[in-house]
């Protein structure tokens, strides 16, 4: 895994509002620079003249109307960096949210099932973190590459024994930063990593909770959830720890090093070596000039725990996704599917499941895939969806493996209906891709239509919250039935039905048939596995290691 820069170029590859947002910083921070310098000068001659009898008040009035329109400007210049920052930050964290979520749908869901919960908890509080970057962190990097080097070249046009000191005090400033980074780097990497874990497992907690509390075992993972939410504070802590160590040492160097340049002007002015308004200048540019770099350092901490999940979700985003097939696909309203020893090893557990399956998916055919649960019936569906690679064996149509079929037009043929269906935040009709009362009539989704308090136009939620388990699995139904595509592949459609209920499927199923449908069942109960023409039988073995 390699590491972020604090300015890295494939953080801006991957965020196009990032690019932006540094070459509008980049420009700021020059306006920056000329403002700051005028700003000194302005007032050393506007103060000078007075302090030596050499003019009055009213002589100095020019300079004073100038110096409130560079406060102006100043003012202004700030307001767009944070402004724009802020705008910058949102958007680059949403672009990579939605590549890194793309990149892991690509990545197929055997990749995704051991990452899932760390990729929710990065993607959403650990990205959250990227704005103190854009906002606070970045503009004082742009600054340190313009303020500082101008102000520097300016100091060393006016007095050079000034610029001198300013030179070999300047790089004692980046040496501890290098120092305290690599400790805030560490730490918030190991903050990034107990928040994944805490995330993990109150995210299965979750998931797990009635299965938990049917059991009565619900208060058991207390002491786990505790014992990682003293980790993250833990964490926290030392990394609060670590940034206000590096804000008092820079501000401390900083302040050291403006002493020195200021105790070498102010002797050399009583001993008349160096004028009133050079030495003004030179006094009032040294910290500015060593600000920036102030900042930068301790301004550091706020963004690297952004940045930490920044590389992790860079280095998913250019993870390498399988070679699609590019070839079209047969058209599956007259082609078989076959099935040849088919072997897929489960990651981590130890078993083959499928193992050895054989069998063909006849065209206009019903089709059931039975066994025990984990035997590998999903994983023999996510096969031939092209989600997966068989270890062994293939799934072919027409003679030409799965893997070698353009996935677009090989998925453009078929319908999936999981046994927990995606839906989303909207209308029932939206869900359904529109009103078809023949599909409802056919899945019995109805008589759900007639219990809705608005029918069609019912609004439910994320997920189908509005709609219980049974009557959103028979919508997934309807949807699947309404789109006609010719293989129907269902994910136990019964599983959280009554008998009633169940016997609308099974009309359903045969109704698809008789449509010309090929659909292919994962099936325990008996009522489904009596319908299908042809019962495929999914074992899975054990293997050593």
């Not at 604090?6 to 306006?31: C, E, M, N, Q």
């Not at 206009?364 to 999903?378: H, M, N, R, V």
Request: glycine letters at 8%; hydrophobic letters at 45%; one cysteine or more.
């Amino acid at each position: 895994m390699s590491s972020v820069k604090p300015l890295d170029p494939r953080l801006l590859s991957h965020a196009a509002p990032a690019r932006r947002y540094v070459l509008l910083v980049t420009v700021t921070g020059i306006l920056s620079a000329a403002l700051i310098i005028a700003q000194c000068f302005l007032i050393s001659y506007a103060i000078s003249p007075i302090i030596d009898g050499s003019a009055d008040a009213a002589d100095s009035l020019p300079f004073v109307g100038s110096l409130a329109l560079v406060f102006l400007g100043r003012m202004a210049v700030t307001w767009v960096q944070e402004s724009f920052g802020h705008r910058a930050a949102l958007a680059t964290i949403s672009e990579l949210r939605g590549s890194v979520l793309r990149r892991a749908g690509e990545l197929g869901p055997r990749w995704l099932a051991t990452r899932a919960s760390s990729i929710v908890t990065f993607t959403t509080r650990g990205l959250e973190d990227l704005e103190p970057y854009f906002v606070k962190y970045l503009p004082q990097l742009l600054l340190t590459a313009t303020v500082t080097p101008a102000s520097l070249v300016v100091v060393l046009l006016l007095d050079w024994p000034s610029a001198l000191i300013i030179v070999f005090c300047i790089p004692v400033i980046p040496v501890f930063m290098i120092l305290i980074g690599k400790m805030t780097e560490s730490t918030s990497k190991r903050k990034l990593a107990a928040m994944e874990s805490l995330g993990d497992q109150v995210l299965d907690l979750i998931a797990g909770l009635p299965t938990l509390k049917a059991l009565g075992r619900e208060r058991g993972p207390v002491t786990r959830v505790d014992s990682l939410g003293t980790s993250y504070t833990s964490t926290t802590m030392a990394a609060l720890r670590v940034a206000f160590l590096s804000g008092s040492v820079l501000e401390f160097l900083a302040t050291l090093s403006t002493a020195l340049v200021a105790v070498e002007v102010g002797f050399r002015m009583v001993y008349g070596h160096l004028d009133l308004t050079t030495g003004l200048i030179i006094i009032m540019l040294t910290p500015e000039l060593f600000k920036p770099l102030r900042e930068v350092g301790s301004q550091f901490h706020a963004s690297t725990d952004g940045l930490a999940a920044a590389q992790e979700a860079i280095d998913i985003i250019e993870t390498p996704i399988p070679e699609k097939g590019t070839l079209p696909s047969p058209d599956l309203s007259r082609t078989d599917i076959s099935i040849d020893h088919l072997s897929v090893a489960a990651e981590g557990r130890g078993i083959v499941a499928p193992a050895g399956l054989s069998g063909v998916i006849r065209h206009g055919q019903i089709t059931a895939l039975a066994g025990p649960s984990g035997s590998g019936k999903s994983t023999t569906v996510a096969v031939l969806l092209g989600l997966l690679e068989p270890t062994d064996g293939s799934v072919t149509a027409d003679g030409i493996p799965v893997g070698d079929i353009d996935p677009e037009s090989w998925r453009s043929q078929i319908t999936w209906v999981p046994q927990r269906p995606v839906l989303v935040p909207g209308t029932v009709a939206d869900n359904v891709g529109g009103i078809d009362d023949v599909a409802a009539r056919l899945s019995g989704f109805d008589e759900v239509i007639d219990e809705l308090p608005h029918g069609w136009q019912t609004k439910i939620g994320q997920g189908g919250v509005g709609l219980s388990l049974g009557q959103r699995q028979r919508l997934a139904l309807t949807r699947a039935l309404r789109e006609r595509r010719p293989l129907l592949v269902l994910d136990e459609p019964t599983a959280h039905l009554d008998a009633a209920s169940e016997s609308t499927v099974v009309a359903a199923v045969r109704a698809a048939k008789a449509n010309g449908q090929t659909v292919l069942i994962i099936a325990h109960r008996q009522t489904l596995l009596e319908i299908a023409d042809e019962v495929i039988t999914v074992s899975a073995v054990e293997v050593d290691g």
